[in-house]
């Protein structure tokens, strides 16, 4: 358990989160608590490195004294090799976003399947989960994708450009959930796969300010579908609105992005954050920084 005699340095590695809010949200619970806390980005973009070095920079940060990192876009499955533990849940997803230094050594964890989990039961309660539609199974998506199913979605379609990496991971999760149906989904089965199913999801980067757009048709949706987002930077992404303007039940980013905050939290200092409070702290960091947009990691 943490004392006030302690101080974190922490980091968030990954492409273009130098405006994230992420560091914010964790230095304010700090301050609740008494604890002194620095949180900086270390953003590839601005650094000039590409994704593969994510073990370095870890060793380095060993090196200088960090305590923890959080892992984005596009280092949650490469940071993997670079550990030297990974917890079952982390192992399972083949993705890591919280990474623990603990007497010279690298502990992965993963709290967006948790981050996500809490935003569906929180804001989506009875909300119907014999089908579900998501877009995206990278590093969030995987995440995602195994919450629902812990949520008792019985039957994941799951679409990716990359239609290797749906499979690989609809086999994979199909293996974990095995009273659940898992399967990959053809681009072009959308049109049908969508109407009918209780609810989307999209865990990629479309809808971003500098990625704008949406990863499925708003036609296909009637009403009846929830939709859920894990972008953030804008939350009130062109799916959201369109969805809601649809009458759908929406599950914005922030709710994921709070949650993973909360739990990343509690894993690093050992102290139990407030989630309405940081949820509320979102919120105002959200209205100021949607005067002046800036690109924002996809679920940070």
């Known amino acids: 358990m943490s004392t006030v005699s302690e101080s974190y340095l922490v980091g968030l590695i990954g492409a273009g989160i130098t405006a994230s809010l992420t560091p914010p949200m964790h230095e304010a619970e700090a301050a609740h608590h008494g ?91 009875g909300a119907a989960r014999d089908t579900v539609v998501q877009i995206g199974t990278g590093g969030a998506g995987s995440a995602v994708a195994a919450a629902l199913l812990s949520a008792g979605v019985r039957t994941l379609h799951l679409f990716d450009v990359d239609g290797a990496r749906a499979a690989e991971r609809a086999a994979a999760l199909g293996a974990l959930f095995p009273g659940s149906e898992v399967v990959a989904a053809l681009a072009g089965a959308l049109p049908e796969l969508v109407p009918a199913a209780d609810g989307v999801v999209n865990a990629t980067p479309v809808g ?60 690093i200092t050992g102290v139990a954050p407030d989630r309405a409070r940081m949820r509320e702290h979102f919120l105002q960091l959200l209205a100021a920084r949607q005067a002046t947009p800036t690109p924002a990691p996809l679920g940070r």
């Open 35 to 125: 604890l002194r806390y620095l949180y900086r980005p270390v953003d590839l973009e601005v650094i000039g490195r590409p994704g593969t070095d994510v073990g370095e920079l870890l060793r380095a940060g060993r090196d200088l004294g960090f305590n923890a990192f959080n892992i984005t876009h596009p280092c949650k499955q490469l940071v993997l090799s670079h550990l030297d533990e990974v917890t079952p849940a982390a192992a399972a997803l083949q993705a890591v976003n919280t990474v623990l230094v603990r007497d010279g050594r690298f502990i992965g964890h993963n709290t967006d399947q948790s981050g996500f989990a809490a935003g569906l039961a929180t804001e989506l309660p």
């Open 208 to 267: 971003m300010h500098h990625h704008p757009g949406t990863p499925v048709d708003p036609a296909l949706l009637d009403g009846h579908q929830w939709v859920a987002d894990v972008v953030y930077l804008p939350v009130d992404t062109e799916l959201v609105v369109a969805a809601r303007a649809k009458g759908c039940r929406v599950l914005d980013g922030g709710h994921m992005a709070v949650g993973q905050a909360v739990d990343a939290f509690r894993l």
